[in-house]
């Protein structure tokens, strides 16, 4: 008698099959997707959705008496939206806006009714546009006028000031990115302190060339921001090299897990607090402080300064970029060398009996 195959074994159950199609590892990396994405939109929209200026540091040019008394009618504005400081002179003022120490200066004029505004719009538009409302309201209530003048004006094909973010967001997509595909094409398993090596003088020469095809795309081909291209190939080279090098020991340290922990670091704290759309005066104080410390705020940070501000201020950003690259080269290289320490030499097997040729 011939069974009909598959006759008599019962269906599996629905519960059984969602269990067979969701595996635990597909759960737990669903679950951290989502956790992720729901970080995201909590991060962009906690720092972008209510920008307000917080001590905007604000240069204010007058006779003394003049300049004390609108210093102390500044500070004394509901939430510290300035931080004014008096300056003796507007070639004092003009200078210290191109040294980013200051976002802008007012220059009062006493002979007339109309009074000056120094802004930056390379520093970020929003920035600009946000001291010329507040202190033109100002103006207003004092009767007089007011004239802007922007001593370091953005590019005519950056209007908004953001070409510096965009570039730097793209350098440090390409080094996580890259530094994630070299890390899964071999799989799951940890390197060796040989393969580490290797992987970071692969993501050396990486990030010199996507720091040159940066440069050169923001400079001739597109025209998009004024500078130096060594500078920019210079910035776009570290920055890169600084995100690889992390996502290298987040994933010694952590595994694959450890891809997600740089894209926390990276996109969901880095790029809202980078000073991009909304520039580090306007941002809430918790991405305000973060920013400069991570690597999209300070490659935001240097490669404005090389484009408007003749690359004043940028010692510390490259300073933090320098810190990141360092720290994930020497994590990558500890951390295999500690596991080649703990790793148990494989004994070799005994040779077994040597037969004997008969007579």
């Not at 598959?6 to 099959?17: I, K, M, N, Q, R």
């Not at 040019?61 to 504005?77: G, H, I």
């Not at 402080?289 to 300070?298: E, R, V, W």
Request: aromatic share 6%; with cysteine.
């Amino acid at each position: 008698m011939t069974q009909t195959p598959g006759a008599g074994t019962p269906h599996p159950s629905f519960l059984a099959e969602v269990k067979d199609a969701v595996t635990p590892r597909a759960t737990i990396l669903v679950t951290g997707t989502v956790v992720l994405a729901l970080l995201f939109i909590a991060s962009y929209v906690g720092a972008l959705h209510d920008p307000k200026p917080k001590n905007v540091p604000l240069g204010v040019v007058a006779p003394e008496v003049a300049a004390q008394q609108t210093v102390d009618r500044l500070e004394n504005l509901p939430d510290d939206p300035l931080d004014p400081r008096a300056l003796p002179d507007v070639e004092t003022a003009r200078d210290q806006i191109l040294d980013r120490e200051i976002d802008g200066a007012l220059v009062i004029d006493p002979t007339t009714t109309t009074d000056t505004l120094l802004v930056a719009t390379g520093g970020g538009r929003a920035l600009a546009v946000t001291l010329e409302a507040l202190v033109a309201t100002l103006e207003r209530s004092e009767a007089r006028t007011l004239r802007t003048v922007d001593v370091a004006p953005a590019d005519r094909h950056d209007s908004n000031g953001l070409t510096s973010f965009y570039v730097t967001v793209g350098w440090c997509v390409g080094g996580y990115l890259c530094a994630s595909i070299i890390t899964i094409s071999s799989g799951a398993r940890r390197p060796t302190l040989r393969r580490s090596v290797i992987r970071l003088i692969v993501m050396a020469l990486v990030a010199a060339v996507a720091g040159l095809g940066g440069a050169l795309i923001v400079g001739p081909v597109l025209g998009a921001l004024p500078g130096s291209i060594a500078a920019f190939w210079g910035v776009g080279t570290l920055t890169v090299f600084a995100v690889g090098a992390t996502t290298f020991a987040f994933q010694a340290l952590f595994g694959m897990a450890g891809i997600g922990l740089v894209i926390l670091i990276v996109v969901i704290l880095g790029n809202p607090s980078a000073g991009g759309a909304l520039p580090p005066p306007l941002l809430p104080p918790f991405w305000h402080d973060i920013g400069p410390a991570l690597p999209p705020g300070a490659g935001t940070w240097t490669t404005r300064s090389v484009a408007y501000f003749k690359g004043n201020d940028t010692t510390g950003s490259l300073l933090v970029l320098s810190a990141w690259a360092v720290a994930g080269t020497a994590i990558t290289l500890l951390a295999a060398t500690m596991r080649g320490k703990h790793r148990t030499p494989t004994t070799p097997a005994a040779p077994g009996p040597t037969a004997t040729a008969g007579p």
